[in-house]
């Protein structure tokens, strides 16, 4: 596997103007002679399917969801980050990017933070001309606030709805191109692999999920918008049926999958309340503007929030990061949290949460001010908990929330199977072993409005164009891989529901690979994880037919491939052999119990291939270099 | 807490479709009612029948997925609360509970609770957006906007696209799901262009999906999640009105 990033020469301020000018362009002509696929809706794939179509390709997008307004985009609350500067408080591009390489814990590659920053700024523009209704001032001007990880204020929100409105603005976007009919969608289409001929992505395999049919489609070039692989985990904030399949189908076909093992935990999000949990809620980080997290300096304090007198609350973050305190980055956050409700901190029936208070905030802005931050949250805990914010505190605790991790791509976003892309959560690139804060919504348009229409122009107009007709030899073994594979799951007929493995392997994979990570848990995963596979393949129950809408079976696709795929993210975790953002090896950490990183031995990105299943996957790195931003200690303190 | 289920199951478009009954014991009041519904799912499966098919995604309110009507409700008994929002403390001990899909022409049922609600796409494939080219944009803030527009936008804009307002409205119309985009898009400067030929396009669109006439019963406001205001219908049709007129070429330039 050969890992050629493509970034252009020169300063890194104009490596982008330079690759634009550098490229081949197709001519207006010609681009709607080439078909490219789209798969998913999300952020990155709806803006990607407009823009190409707008462009002039011939655009075919596909979605899972009945309606490609229902991606797991439009769950995302707290804001988008933009280097506008709007605030004159001495915010520019090179922060933003510093502030993202530096919050990755040096594990990204610099020029395509870079030019996440620089693209930023048309983010902003391109939405409010679309109609997104951001937070604004009573001048008329966009309003701001500030996010972990970040001492300007440069985040861009809707209310407690900012992917909401953004999606709203890219899907609007498709429709029109929908409408205009230089794109058509294939809803309820669940993509099952990609078909390669010659070494090259020639199209996908798709099950139409009402009629069950499995159906193949071909284009010059294919795109993965697929999302992250949270739910690996079982219980994540991650909407229920987002899954791995799409990049690791992708991934079994030969494209590198890169730094699986960094997944983030969001410190803010409401603790389970018992074993029937579906999914876990987030409430947004942007709460730690005003909220201030404490919890009870004394041991199983059984009383009410209110009746704790101050000198007997511990505000940990405050205390222990006095200049960053509650906006402390997520990794941090969420560990202290951790540490503190295992040392038996823990607020709430279940003692599995820490508070986050407003009771100041509300005192000094008064209910009015917070309300209007923060209404629908509050509504929502409320509607959750049965507890209102305003009254007492909100009960939080760390969840898994983001995967870093995904296919691997060079400057281009291309993967290394050629005519193969992914944008959005579903490639590694930018965000290094942490994210920020309202850093996912800007890299998924990013890529989606600004970079892949460009650089598939590119790869298109030097590309060899080959013709792959429905009855060629590859579709149609694809296809018949596709069909047994979904006839072996509707057979084995076994005793356990689909969910009872999902939650088995989530707890494996938390307990192992999840906040913590020891070389031991991970040998024992490791071990486990073969036998649970095993496991699931002969003892799984997918009642009903192939033949029509069947959930069972659609669940049971995607747990049989987080099943694969949880292997190679612990093989990661146990590679990477030091602490480094959201990976904290139980091993490696400083005298404060920080993530304490070893630049010299692993200062890459590493990029898994496939060998087959239960087969040790091989490694394959992409050394990193530091040429704008010094390599430091990160200090929040 | 016990409860009894009556639950729609139907298993194609073309299968006529029937009440079955399920009794649910051990439900925590702490349970949202789609969890309720996995429990019921689980149990099913292992007795070897075909769990109840329902959509659902996000289970935070926002994504639109998840709808039924619990007990004769869109959404059941808590007003701005999506199923998915709804938890089981709503419910008491030994309650009966009928639940059904979405019954709409325009929302013709795939099977159990799920039904196809793609009529909603098009209406905005209609004109329900705003033609800006990518990268095309001005400077974000080049366009001040007053504070109360861009909110009054915003709340228009909260809609989730669930389908709730169909379900609920005795003649199926679709007129609050349009008149929320029709509102948010005409409240902000950067709608103005589009407006006239934006609202004829989507209530053309409306009728041809199917979806009935707006006779102003409101059952819409109510079932409504989110809070959509039935102000924005008569917005809707006060544009409809001008934009009819101006139909016929106008001078360019004039407002009509
Ligand atoms: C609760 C929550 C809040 C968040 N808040 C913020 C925030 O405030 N700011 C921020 O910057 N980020 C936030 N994030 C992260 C951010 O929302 C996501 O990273 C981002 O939206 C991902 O966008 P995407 O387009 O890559 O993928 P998604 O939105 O996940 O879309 C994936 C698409 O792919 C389709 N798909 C997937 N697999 C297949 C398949 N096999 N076949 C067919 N279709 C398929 C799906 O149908 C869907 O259309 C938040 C995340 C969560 C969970
Ligand atoms: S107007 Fe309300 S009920 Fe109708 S689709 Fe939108 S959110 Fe749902
Ligand atoms: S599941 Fe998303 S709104 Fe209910």
Redesign the interface.
């Known amino acids: 596997m050969e890992l050629k990033n493509s970034i252009p020469s020169g300063p890194i301020a104009e490596k982008w103007d330079k690759h634009r000018f550098d490229m081949k362009l197709v001519n207006p002509a010609n681009k709607r002679k080439y078909d490219v696929i789209i798969v998913g809706t999300g952020l990155a794939g709806a803006?990607a399917a407009?823009?190409m179509g707008?462009l002039g390709y011939n655009v075919q997008v596909f979605t899972y969801?009945?309606?490609?307004?229902?991606a797991?985009s439009?769950?995302a609350q707290g804001g988008i980050n933009a280097a506008?500067n709007?605030q004159n408080d001495g915010d520019s591009v090179f922060r933003l990017f510093y502030d993202t390489v530096k919050g990755g814990d040096f594990r990204s590659r610099e020029a395509n933070v870079y030019r996440l920053a620089q693209i930023s700024l048309?983010i902003?523009?391109?939405?409010?001309?679309?109609?997104v209704?951001?937070?604004?001032?009573?001048?008329?001007?966009?309003a701001n606030r500030s996010f972990g990880g970040a001492q300007v204020s440069r985040t861009f929100y809707?209310?407690g709805?900012t992917g909401?409105?953004l999606l709203?603005g890219a899907?609007?976007?498709l429709?029109?191109q929908?409408?205009a009919g230089t794109v058509k969608i294939s809803?309820r289409h669940e993509m099952m692999d990609v078909i390669v001929v010659d070494g090259v992505a020639r199209g996908i395999v798709c099950r139409d999920m009402?009629s069950g049919g499995i159906e193949s489609f071909t284009a010059d070039a294919v795109v993965l918008a697929t999302g992250g692989y949270s739910n690996v985990f079982f219980l994540s904030t991650n909407?229920?049926?987002c899954n791995v399949t799409a990049t690791w189908r992708a991934h079994r076909r030969g494209a590198g999958f890169a730094n699986p093992c960094y997944t983030q935990i969001h410190p803010t999000c409401i603790p389970p309340?018992?074993d029937?949990?579906?999914?876990l809620?987030l409430m947004s980080e942007s709460l730690r503007n005003d909220g201030r997290i404490w919890v009870p300096k004394g041991k199983d304090d059984d009383r009410a929030a209110t009746d704790i007198p101050q000198d007997e609350r511990d505000y940990y973050l405050e205390r222990i990061y006095p200049s960053f305190g509650n906006l402390s980055p997520r990794d941090i956050a969420s560990r202290r949290a951790k540490e503190m409700v295992d040392a038996g901190h823990g607020v709430g029936e279940r003692r599995n949460g820490v508070f986050l208070d407003f009771e100041d905030a509300i005192a000094r802005l008064g209910r009015d001010a917070i309300s209007e931050r923060y209404g629908n949250l509050f509504?929502?805990y409320e509607?959750?908990t049965?507890e209102s914010p305003y009254d007492r505190p909100m009960r939080i605790y760390p969840a898994p929330h983001y995967t870093m991790g995904g296919l691997w791509v060079d400057y281009n976003l291309a993967t290394t199977v050629p005519g193969l892309f992914a944008i959005g959560e579903a490639n590694f690139s930018d965000h290094g072993a942490n994210r920020l804060g309202a850093s996912a919504l800007m890299q998924g348009l990013a890529d989606g409005?600004?970079v892949i229409?460009l650089t598939i122009g590119n790869y298109l107009a030097r590309a060899p164009r080959m013709r792959v007709g429905d009855d060629h030899a590859a579709v149609k073994d694809t296809e018949r891989e596709v069909k047994e594979r979904l006839d072996r799951l509707m057979s084995v007929d076994g005793?356990r529901?689909v969910?009872?493995f999902h939650i088995e392997l989530g707890k494996l994979m938390w307990d192992a690979c999840g906040m913590e990570r020891s070389a031991q848990g991970l040998r024992d995963a490791l071990k486990r994880i073969p036998e649970l596979r095993e496991e699931f393949w002969s003892d799984v129950?997918v009642?009903?037919s192939a033949a029509?809408?069947n959930?069972?079976l659609e669940k049971a696709g995607r747990v049989a491939d987080f099943m694969e795929f949880a292997e190679v993210m612990c093989h990661d975790a146990l590679t990477r052999d030091e602490s480094c953002g959201a990976h904290y090896r139980v091993e490696h950490t400083t005298e404060d119990g920080e993530a304490k990183r070893d630049d010299e031995n692993f200062a890459f990105a590493s990029v898994w291939e496939f060998k087959g299943v239960g087969e040790a996957p091989v490694l394959h790195r992409e050394h990193l270099e530091f040429e704008n931003v010094q390599l430091s200690t990160r200090s929040y303190k | 807490m016990k409860l009894t289920l009556h639950v729609w199951r139907q298993d194609g478009p073309n299968d006529k479709g029937r009440h079955e009954r399920y009794e649910a014991d051990d439900v925590s009041e702490h349970m949202s009612f789609l969890e309720m519904l996995d429990v019921v799912n689980e149990r099913l499966t292992e007795q070897g029948k075909e769990p109840i098919a329902f959509e659902h995604d996000c289970r935070e309110g926002i994504c639109g997925s998840c709808g039924m009507m619990i007990n004769g409700v869109p959404h059941g008994p808590k007003s701005l609360t999506t199923a998915c929002q709804l938890h089981m403390r709503t419910f008491h001990d030994g309650q009966e509970i009928w639940i059904e899909p979405w019954r709409a022409t325009a929302f013709p049922v795939i099977k159990d609770l799920v039904v196809d609600r793609a009529g909603f796409d098009r209406i905005i494939a209609s004109g329900g957006y705003i033609s800006i080219r990518t990268g095309s944009a001005p400077d974000g803030n080049a366009i001040p906007i007053p504070k109360a527009d861009s909110d009054a936008a915003f709340d228009a804009a909260t809609c989730i696209g669930c389908g709730a307002c169909v379900a609920a409205c005795p003649n199926a119309s679709a007129m609050l799901f349009t008149s929320a985009k029709v509102a948010h898009l005409g409240l902000l400067p950067q709608g103005q262009t589009e407006r006239w030929d934006r609202v004829l396009a989507m209530v053309d669109q409306h009728d041809a999906e199917g979806f009935g006439n707006c006779t102003n019963h409101g059952a819409c406001q109510e079932a409504c999640p989110k809070g959509i205001s039935i102000d924005y219908i008569a917005q809707l049709n006060r544009d409809l009105i001008r934009a009819t007129l101006r139909a016929k070429p106008v001078e360019a330039g004039k407002d009509a």
Not at chain 1, 124 to 131: M, P, T
Not at chain 1, 276 to 279: C, E, G
């Open positions: 803006s407009a823009t707008e969801h009945d309606s490609p307004r229902r797991h439009i769950a506008k709007y048309n902003i523009d391109q939405a409010v001309a679309q109609g209704p951001f937070a604004r001032e009573y001048g008329g001007l966009l809707a209310r709805q909401q409105q709203l899907y609007q976007a429709e029109r929908i409408g809803t009402v909407a229920k049926h309340s018992g029937y949990q579906s999914k809620t509504a929502m509607k959750i049965g409005y600004f229409p005793r529901t969910d009872s129950r009642p009903g029509n809408l959930q069972s």
